[in-house]
């Protein structure tokens, strides 16, 4: 993932929320592995989902979409739990790494 | 259910900052339209009523409290807002739930993620094919 999967028009819209919303997977990921409160997490899930998607991150909007189909779909195992997690640690690590291109 | 040929405003509902800014991006710097926020249902059924109206409502189904199918029944209800054509924004566009939205008073569905570049022209389609 890179800031060119962003559309020009919001990269920047995506530069000055980057850290917020990196900071909401951030928080899902731990919510997750915790158990506490799926019902949140599904939420949340369900609206990363769109978001990183509409932003052009197809790879995060999927990442997101099966964390929100696995709570959907019942209560998941420890071992689930700490799967999705470490893909959401990943999906956090890749996408805070995104920098501007020379001159944004 | 009064049909606009060419909306020109824009009441957005969603619960969520990033999205609403997003599509405000996109529905008045790449579709030309004026935009008006909400970020509840509740808070639509006032905006929807200001002066002037909304051409057209694009309406969030996920929401907290209000979510968007009681948004969209109460908008109905209302006199003053019940021509207002709404569309529905959802990530869930299988087939029934649209059926249900469409049965429910909806003039059409956006899905979600939406692709900022065409929502406006999205919007147009379905304001100007009137829900056919």
């Known amino acids: ?103 944004q | 259910m009064i049909m606009t040929d060419s909306p020109q405003r824009v009441l957005l509902v969603d619960d969520e900052d990033d999205i609403r800014m997003v599509a405000e991006i996109a529905l008045r710097d790449v579709g030309g339209f004026d935009t008006m926020t909400a970020e509840s249902g509740e808070q639509a059924l006032t905006k929807a009523v200001e002066n002037p109206p909304p051409d057209v409502i694009l309406l969030d189904m996920m929401m907290p409290q209000m979510d968007g199918l009681e948004t969209l029944i109460r908008l109905q209800m209302r006199p003053e807002t019940r021509e207002i054509p709404v569309i529905f924004m959802t990530a869930k566009a299988q087939t029934a739930e649209i059926e249900k939205y469409v049965a429910a008073g909806a003039l059409g569905v956006i899905t979600k993620p939406f692709d900022p570049m065409t929502l406006a022209d999205q919007v147009r389609g379905i304001v100007a094919d009137g829900g056919a």
């Open chain 1, 1 to 103: 993932m890179n800031i060119s999967d962003v559309p020009e028009l919001l990269v920047p819209m995506w530069l000055e929320r980057q850290e917020a919303i990196c900071d909401r997977i951030e928080a899902l990921a731990v919510a997750l592995a915790d158990g506490t409160n799926d019902t949140d997490s599904q939420m949340s899930a369900h609206k990363l989902r769109g978001l990183l998607g509409t932003l052009g991150f197809s790879e995060g909007s999927e990442t997101a979409a099966e964390v929100e189909n696995t709570l959907m779909s019942g209560t998941p195992s420890q071992q689930v739990r700490t799967q999705l997690s470490n893909s959401l640690v990943v999906l956090h690590d890749e996408l805070a790494a995104i920098r501007p291109a020379e001159g």
